[in-house]
């Protein structure tokens, strides 16, 4: 099948005068992780209301796998969801909670609750079946949430910031989970993120949303990299923005540049570098490396320092270098 | 500020709460009272034939059917207009909103004389009889409100993203009514039908212009209350009357303690 | 609003129940306005019809020999009211009414108060069951119970007679206007009985009003140098007027429209609810009664209008 998992053709979200989504243009391939990373609002999680049917568009068309799903109810489309707050049925067991879709289906009670108890064990969950959702934690509610959505077979696993309430360890446990998962179910997984390190550390591709748009879509290195605006620059990692006037004063060649402040290198560097001078204004301990603000006259740099290369406090003069192949340039 | 409530303070609140409950322990007490004449206090000995007495009343039992029959079907009504409001206006925006939540509210708002005589005033030149429905359709009006309350905050508890996972994992609109929403709203709306039984079996107010000369458990007390025939029968059927309506009231605020979904000022 | 643009039609369901499903889970305005309409049409025919028809009532008049309504428009049921006999009972009423309303939001504030701000656990649910149980339950028997207690064979004539109070008793029922035989039969007996009627719809109110009032407002007034009794009166009441305003909407409106309670104990001039009631019962005046009923409708608009500018909606 040489069709998009999930294929956006100038679809626009309007809610009266305020555009969530304005037209975007997308293709998600068949198997493929995909994340929709950008800040609160900026229309990911529309995109993914739209693709489960959630809401309609106000103008495009939306295919999945081919079809044309304008219209169609989120109950006659092959996808599922995991919510960001899970939406377990309170009233149900667990095992009944994960067998809801094929209850739905008709499929009979004995079946349903083998397929159901199989789910539970490929989340890790086995014997948890006949608890209510209430007596389990954080962790284990996603799992739940996740067996219920899986057990359906969906052609596409649509998950809405589903480690946004997982405390750090968790989360990181659960990353690596989900990506073991979607490697062996093959299912198109697309997932709603405004965490970039989650982004970038799941998914195959990625695209950044800002204000109801896609600005740049991407594999995680092209998107940390190769940043194609000042948004995705600052957005995804902070990085160095260097405005035209700025790359003049510090002899860069003309444009509008960022630059990762771990590129940054202390002392001279090799022959192609762009040596500069500057002190050290802000200096901020950050465990393994220390981000330090260099003062540079008109401008200012942020660059990191890993722990044990070298210890300036505020104020000390600090000789630094730009590899030129560091710098990438970006639209105006 | 202390933590601790002044001794003042929780005289005050304790003397409140007495003002509130003490006199209805009279009514318990002169159900026993041998005294058949007068209000006589403290009663001049006690005994219990009076709810034998009771018991064997033709006319208390006739106005107690009466009463059960309307407030059941009251309820009914009340349950099926009072959940289908509350789905409509629990999440949804939409043009009137605000003014269709105030007319449900309105018919408890205003005095009950109001809606009582605007309901006589509409019999007498629609030219309807007082019938058993007549009092259903006045009752039934006040106590959608009482059921709208308790499922619209239960409603607006419930996450939303519950209905969409139900769509989500297959089910339509009816499946998803049946097997998600109704299953949520169950204990409140069993609340609600309590809280609008007790309602309509205590209603007094409005019922006396749309009974005609039917009697009710409440008109018959309220006959006898003005023109007393036999005191302690009375008594009894008053002691029976705060029984049956605290019981459903208690069950409610049982039902739904945990959300505490009873919006007492609304009623 | 752009049409979707080449794309094929959806795949539908022949059955009827698939489409009225695609087409409700597709338009939730339509969904809301699905269900709005029964309880919208009840509503709507029975009650705003009923009001209406009070309306229309009040604007006719009775013919005096046949004792039969006449349905020709006139003011004749509004003159009628503004009979100084009319006026007195209008006055009387109104008078009462303020006078519970305001009783009520004095013995109910402690009450709130406590419950508010001291109660915790059990004795929360406890006091929350106490107050919601009278404001639920048996209006008559409420009502009654206070016939039993203010009769002059009763509780507490028996209870000043132990207490040596009897003079007192007898002092305040020789009291002109609001005196009487006995206190069953007085406007003082009225008074209490009303006042005891409504006082749950006051408490809760203020109890809701005074929950919303944040902890650290107490402790930051108190860290400016505020005396307890001066917080209680530059923090704590202001913030808990809203809900004693909308307690008073209630008080005011179910003394204003109650005819039994005064009827069963209080003396035999008439409140304006007894009057709606005699008239359009035995005296078969619909009309006047009508119109009579209009006033408190009036009285409550005005009275919710200045309700609703001091924030009191937002406390029920």
Redesign the interface.
Known sequence: MTSPAVRF?KV?R?FGPVKAVDEVDLAIAPGEFFAMLGPSGSGKTTCLRLI???E??????IEIFGE?????????RA???V???Y?????MTVAENVA??L???GVDKRSRRLRADEMLSLVKLSGYGDRKPAQLSGGQRQRVALA??LV?EPKVLLLDEPLGALDLKLREQMQGELKSLQHRLGITFVFVTHDQTEALAMADRVAVFNEGRIVQVGSPEEIYERPRTRFVADFVGGANVIEPAAAARLGLPEGLWSLRPEKIALGGGDGEAIRLQGRAQEVQYQGAQRRVTVDLGADRLVMVVPAGVANFGEGEPVALSVPAAALNRMEG | MSERASFLLKLMAGAGLLFLHLPLAFIVLYAFSTEEKSYQFPPPGYTTRWFAVAWERQDIWAALTLSVQVALIATALALVLGTLAAGALARTRFFGREAISLLIVLPIALPGIVTGISLRSAFAIADIPFSFWTIVLGHATFCIVVVYNNAVARLRRT?P??I?????????SF?TFR??VL??LATSLLAGGMLAFALSFDEVIVTTFTAGQQTTLPIWMLTELIRPRQRPVTNVVAVFVMAVTFIPILAAYYLTRDTADVAGSGK | ??A?????P??TRTSLRGRV??LL??RPKLLALVLVLPPLLWLGLVYIGSLLALLLQSFYSIDEFTGLVVPEFGLSSYRELLAPANMDIIVRTVTMAALVTLASGVLAFPIAYYAARYAKGRTKAAFYLLIMLPLWSSYLVRVYAWKLILAKEGVLTWAAEETGTLPLLDGILGLPVIGGPSLSVSYIGTFIVFVYLWIPYMILPIQAALERVPRSYLEASADLGARPAETFRTVVLPLAMPGVVAGSIFTFSLTLGDYIAPQIVGPSTYFLGQVVYVQQGTAGNIPLAAAFSVVPIAIMAVYLTVAKRMGAFDAL
């Open positions: 053709d626009s309007h489960a049917g959630f309609q568009p106000t103008g495009g068309a044309h799903v304008e219209g169609v109810p989120p109950y006659r996808v599922n969801t919510f960001q707050d939406a377990l049925f309170p009233h809801y879709g209850r739905i289906k219920r959505a359906n | 996450s993203s519950l969409e996972a139900s769509m989500d994992l297959g089910a339509d499946q097997h998600v299953p949520n | 609003m752009t979707t643009t080449a794309t094929s959806p795949r499903s695609d889970a597709s």
